[in-house]
């Protein structure tokens, strides 16, 4: 996934139970899932509940780039 600066990304929930895992390659992103702020910064990674409504906004003044692994139960 790659984000411009200051753009965003809303998913809706997937399937119960599923759970999202980010690695963030370039910039820093934040990441809103179940009403919690996820700040990521590059070379760090991530995993949350997908299964809520969740949004990626890039707070980084580069183009963000990042890998999702999407785990359905």
Do not use: C
Not at 25 to 32: K, L, P, R, S, V
Not at 35 to 50: L, T, Y
Request: charged residues 20%; negative net charge; proline residues 3%.
């Amino acid at each position: 996934m790659e984000l411009a600066p200051g753009s965003h990304w809303q998913s809706e929930p997937h399937l119960r139970g599923t759970t999202e895992f980010v690695t963030l390659f370039a910039g820093a992103i934040e990441i809103t899932a179940d009403q919690k702020d996820i700040v990521v910064q590059a070379g760090e990674s991530v995993r949350f509940q997908g299964d809520t409504a969740h949004t990626y906004r890039n707070i980084s003044k580069g183009i963000t780039r990042a890998a999702m692994i999407i785990n359905y139960v």
